[in-house]
């Protein structure tokens, strides 16, 4: 596998541990002193706060799963990489996105001991103020693909 496959892959695993609620699975991911900074701008450091902060969302709120894209993931010297990617959630209940919820996301991983780990992951809202266009664009590129995780 390349190392742009192994982030993938990484980045495939954290969103499929939030997909299922699974914070103890999602901060294992991260590096000891990692960081996530949340869609409502919630800034949590370290693997232990990360679960500790997580939990009690999972526990307490219906967080909707993610569907998401990679747009991109290239390395940052030696022993790092960046990957982008735009996500949308589909709330309980519902068939379609919510354009609300819609996100670009960031994460730096870092090669630690020879495997991929978090050592930074960022979900920003993708608002796009007075571009109206473009959260349209963004969430018709997000419904194409729910029809196709669908079929």
């Known amino acids: 596998m390349s190392e742009q496959e192994e982030v993938r892959a990484l980045y495939k695993r954290l969103i499929g541990r939030w997909n ?27 693997r232990l706060e990360i679960e500790a902060h997580l939990a009690p969302i999972f526990a307490k709120h219906p967080t909707p799963p993610f569907i998401c894209k990679v747009r991109e993931v290239r390395r ?40 991929w780990r978090v050592a930074l992951f960022q979900n920003t809202p993708a608002a796009f103020h007075d571009r109206p266009e473009e959260a349209q664009a963004f969430s018709a590129e997000l419904r194409k693909l729910l029809a196709e995780a669908r079929a």
């Open 76 to 115: 940052l010297g030696d022993s790092a990489a960046l990957l982008r990617a735009i996500v949308g959630m589909v709330p309980p209940g519902s068939v379609d996105i919510n354009p609300a919820l819609n996100a670009i996301q960031t994460l730096v991983a870092e090669r630690v001991d020879g495997h």
């Open 20 to 46: 299922h609620r699974d914070a103890s699975g999602m901060a294992s991911l991260f590096t000891d002193d990692g960081s996530q900074v949340g869609f409502d701008g919630s800034a949590i450091n370290g």
